[in-house]
C-alpha cells in the first residue's frame, strides 16, 4: 500500500505537459511537405500517408493551426484538410472559431495565415460559413479586404451579397483591385441566388 501512494505522489507531483503540434505522429509526416515548392517522392509520399488518414489527421492538423506560427507550416496542414475524404463540420467549426479571434489583431505578419485560414473555410464550408468571413471586408489591411471579397463570392449568400453592397459604398474601398474583387463577388453571389429561385 505504501508503495501505491508513494508512485500516487510521484505522479501528482509531476507536472503534466501539454501536448503539442509536434508530438502527433502526423507532424513527422507534415513536416516533410512543402507545399510551397515542387514535390520530391517522399514528400508525395507523406502527403499521400497523411490524406490515407482522412478524418483520423484531423485532430493533428487543427493542432498545427491552432499552435504553429509559420504560415507555410499552417498552410500545409490546411492543405491536408481540405483534400483529405471525411466529415469535415467539425474542423470548420474549430477553423470559424479560430479565424474569428484572429482576424481582428491580424497585421502584416498574419496576412498569410489569415488567408489561408479564410480559403480552407471557403473550400471546407457552405453558405452558412460564410459569415465569419464578412469582417474582413472591414479590416485595415487592403490585402484582406480584397480576399474577403473573393472568398465570399466563392460561397456567400444573400448576408455577404449585403455586406459586399455596404462595402461597395465605403470610402476606403477606392483602390482599383478592391472595387473590382468586390464587384466579382457581388455578381458571382447573384447569378448563384438567381439560380436558386
Given at each position: 500500500?505504501?508503495?501505491?501512494?508513494?508512485?500516487a505522489?510521484m505522479?501528482?507531483?509531476?507536472?503534466?505537459?501539454?501536448k503539442?503540434?509536434?508530438?502527433?505522429?502526423?507532424?513527422?509526416?507534415?513536416?516533410?511537405?512543402?507545399?510551397?515548392?515542387?514535390?520530391?517522392?517522399?514528400?508525395?509520399?507523406?502527403?499521400?500517408?497523411?490524406?490515407?488518414?482522412?478524418?483520423?489527421?484531423?485532430?493533428?492538423?487543427?493542432?498545427?493551426?491552432r499552435?504553429?506560427?509559420?504560415?507555410?507550416?499552417?498552410?500545409?496542414a490546411?492543405?491536408?484538410?481540405?483534400?483529405s475524404?471525411?466529415?469535415?463540420r467539425?474542423v470548420?467549426?474549430?477553423?470559424?472559431?479560430?479565424?474569428?479571434?484572429?482576424?481582428?489583431?491580424?497585421?502584416?505578419?498574419?496576412?498569410?495565415?489569415i488567408?489561408?485560414?479564410?480559403n480552407?473555410?471557403?473550400?471546407?464550408?457552405?453558405e452558412?460559413?460564410?459569415?465569419?468571413?464578412?469582417?474582413?471586408?472591414?479590416?485595415?489591411?487592403?490585402?484582406?479586404?480584397?480576399?474577403?471579397?473573393?472568398?465570399?463570392?466563392?460561397?456567400?449568400?444573400?448576408?455577404a451579397?449585403?455586406?459586399?453592397?455596404?462595402?461597395?459604398?465605403?470610402?476606403?474601398?477606392?483602390g482599383?483591385?478592391?472595387?473590382?474583387?468586390?464587384?466579382?463577388?457581388?455578381?458571382?453571389?447573384?447569378?448563384?441566388?438567381a439560380?436558386?429561385?
Amino acid at each position: 500500500m505504501a508503495a501505491w501512494m508513494c508512485v500516487a505522489a510521484m505522479a501528482m507531483a509531476e507536472p503534466s505537459v501539454a501536448k503539442t503540434y509536434m508530438d502527433y505522429p502526423e507532424w513527422k509526416l507534415l513536416d516533410k511537405i512543402w507545399f510551397c515548392d515542387l514535390m520530391d517522392d517522399d514528400e508525395l509520399a507523406a502527403k499521400e500517408t497523411l490524406l490515407a488518414e482522412g478524418e483520423a489527421a484531423y485532430e493533428a492538423m487543427m493542432a498545427v493551426v491552432r499552435e504553429c506560427d509559420d504560415d507555410c507550416v499552417v498552410s500545409s496542414a490546411l492543405a491536408i484538410l481540405i483534400e483529405s475524404q471525411g466529415d469535415k463540420r467539425a474542423v470548420v467549426a474549430e477553423l470559424k472559431d479560430l479565424f474569428a479571434k484572429r482576424l481582428p489583431q491580424a497585421g502584416e505578419v498574419d496576412e498569410w495565415t489569415i488567408y489561408y485560414m479564410a480559403n480552407a473555410i471557403a473550400k471546407m464550408g457552405g453558405e452558412e460559413d460564410a459569415e465569419v468571413l464578412i469582417p474582413m471586408l472591414d479590416h485595415s489591411r487592403w490585402i484582406v479586404r480584397v480576399n474577403g471579397a473573393r472568398f465570399l463570392g466563392r460561397l456567400g449568400g444573400q448576408r455577404a451579397l449585403d455586406a459586399l453592397e455596404q462595402a461597395k459604398t465605403q470610402l476606403q474601398n477606392q483602390g482599383a483591385t478592391e472595387k473590382g474583387a468586390i464587384e466579382e463577388a457581388i455578381s458571382a453571389i447573384e447569378k448563384r441566388l438567381a439560380k436558386q429561385e
